[in-house]
Each structure stands twice: as structure tokens, then as C-alpha cells.
């Protein structure tokens, strides 16, 4: 049984995703925030997960925040931190202390469109399509190694909430298979790419 610490900022659409796919052999240790009222806390407690907050704004810099939010995930013992909408930028410390257990889902085709605001711009930018990216975290902002990605059409007349609320379904597909796939051992990191042993294996059957 793998231990999964999930952070939020909000509503938790991915975290709930993930805890209603109840992936075999995941234990959903706990859901912390940096925000006391988020509305995904109390989702998770209701379903008798443990949670907890601590308030960014209490503390004299991103590090020392860093730093106590380690504590409260340590307390865990986590095999896996999952960042689903947790609205911060991560220190190096952070992302060293938590280097290959730590995975975040992107609003974007990576490496397009990191950062915010990834659909407005994708439209200003005329795109077709846009997407989402689920990756390892590293002290580089969205630039991890990618383990999957999901693709949408972008279609006349689309607005930016129009683009995110069709990505956001793709979203709450991949992102439990790729909290499942972690837990079942089926990724493996080389330099930037992440290799999936059931995607090799699907390919091999498909070309055999």
C-alpha cells in the first residue's frame, strides 16, 4: 500500500477525481492546503480523509512555509506528494526533498503555456488544440518530465472557460491513471522522458 499526500488551494476537482477512482493499493493519507477555507477540505473529511491547512500568508518567506508544510506531509510518510491545483511555486528545497514523488497536473500542452492563464493564451496565440500535462516536478516551473498528456479541440467561437471546462474533463481521467500508474511501479524516469511499462507494453502488442 502506497501512501499519497495531495495538496490543493480550492475546490479539489483533480483530488476528488483521484479519491473516487479508488486506485488499488493507494491509501489517501491525507489532503492539506494552504488555505483554511478551501472547499476540497472539507470533501475529503467528509469521507473521513485526514486534512489540514496552513496559511502561505503567516509565514516571512517561501522557504520557511516550504519547510512547515514538509513537516505536516512527512507526518504521512508519504510514497507519493500530488499537487492537484496547489496555487504555489515550489522552492528547490521543496522539489529536492520530494524529487521523484512529486507530480503536478499543468492546464497546457507542455512545454507551451507554462505558468498562468494557459487558455486565454493558447486562443490569443490562435492554437487548435490544448490540453493538459501531467509531470514530475522540478524546481524548474511546469518543466518536469512529462508522463502523460491530454489533448482537447480548441473550436470557433471557444472562450477561455469553454476551452477549460473541456480540458478539465480530460484531466479528471489521466490524473488518477497516473497516480494508479506510480503506484503500481510502471514509471521510470530517463533524463526527461518517463517510460510507462503498460504504454511500452500496449505499443508492443499493437506493432506485433
Same mark, same amino acid.
Given at each position: *500500500?502506497?501512501?499519497?499526500?495531495?495538496?490543493? &488551494?480550492?475546490?479539489?476537482?483533480? *483530488?476528488?477525481?483521484?479519491?473516487?477512482?479508488? =486506485?488499488?493499493?493507494?491509501?489517501?493519507?491525507?489532503?492539506?492546503?494552504? &488555505?483554511?477555507?478551501?472547499?476540497?477540505?472539507?470533501?475529503?473529511?467528509?469521507?473521513?480523509?485526514?486534512?489540514?491547512?496552513?496559511?502561505?500568508?503567516?509565514?516571512? !518567506?517561501?522557504?520557511?512555509?516550504?519547510?512547515? *508544510? *514538509?513537516?505536516?506531509?512527512?507526518?504521512?510518510?508519504?510514497?507519493?506528494?500530488?499537487?492537484?491545483?496547489?496555487?504555489?511555486?515550489?522552492?528547490? #528545497?521543496?522539489?529536492?526533498?520530494? #524529487?521523484?514523488?512529486? =507530480?503536478?497536473?499543468?492546464? !497546457?500542452?507542455?512545454? !507551451?503555456?507554462?505558468?498562468? $492563464?494557459? $487558455? #486565454?493564451?493558447?486562443?490569443?496565440?490562435?492554437?487548435?488544440?490544448?490540453?493538459?500535462? =501531467?509531470?514530475?516536478?522540478?524546481?524548474?516551473?511546469?518543466?518536469?518530465?512529462?508522463? &502523460?498528456?491530454? =489533448?482537447?479541440?480548441?473550436?470557433?467561437?471557444?472562450?477561455?472557460?469553454?476551452?477549460?471546462?473541456?480540458?478539465?474533463?480530460? #484531466?479528471?481521467?489521466?490524473?488518477?491513471?497516473?497516480?494508479?500508474?506510480?503506484?503500481?511501479?510502471?514509471?521510470?524516469?530517463?533524463?526527461?522522458?518517463?517510460?510507462?511499462?503498460?504504454?511500452?507494453?500496449?505499443?508492443?502488442?499493437?506493432?506485433?
Amino acid at each position: *500500500m502506497k501512501n499519497i499526500v495531495i495538496l490543493i &488551494s480550492g475546490r479539489g476537482s483533480n *483530488m476528488q477525481a483521484i479519491v473516487n477512482a479508488d =486506485i488499488p493499493d493507494a491509501n489517501i493519507a491525507a489532503v492539506l492546503s494552504n &488555505s483554511e477555507t478551501a472547499a476540497g477540505l472539507a470533501w475529503a473529511a467528509e469521507r473521513g480523509i485526514a486534512t489540514d491547512s496552513l496559511n502561505h500568508k503567516n509565514f516571512d !518567506s517561501r522557504l520557511a512555509f516550504d519547510q512547515a *508544510m *514538509m513537516e505536516k506531509i512527512d507526518a504521512y510518510q508519504p510514497d507519493l506528494v500530488v499537487l492537484a491545483g496547489f496555487m504555489r511555486i515550489l522552492t528547490p #528545497e521543496f522539489c529536492a526533498h520530494y #524529487e521523484n514523488r512529486l =507530480i503536478n497536473i499543468h492546464p !497546457s500542452i507542455l512545454p !507551451s503555456f507554462t505558468g498562468l $492563464h494557459t $487558455h #486565454e493564451r493558447a486562443l490569443e496565440a490562435g492554437c487548435r488544440v490544448a490540453g493538459c500535462t =501531467i509531470h514530475f516536478v522540478t524546481p524548474e516551473l511546469d518543466c518536469g518530465p512529462i508522463i &502523460s498528456q491530454g =489533448i482537447v479541440p480548441i473550436l470557433d467561437g471557444d472562450t477561455a472557460d469553454d476551452v477549460a471546462a473541456r480540458v478539465l474533463t480530460v #484531466e479528471h481521467q489521466l490524473f488518477p491513471q497516473a497516480v494508479a500508474d506510480f503506484v503500481a511501479g510502471r514509471l521510470k524516469i530517463e533524463g526527461n522522458r518517463v517510460l510507462n511499462a503498460q504504454r511500452n507494453a500496449a505499443g508492443q502488442s499493437l506493432l506485433a
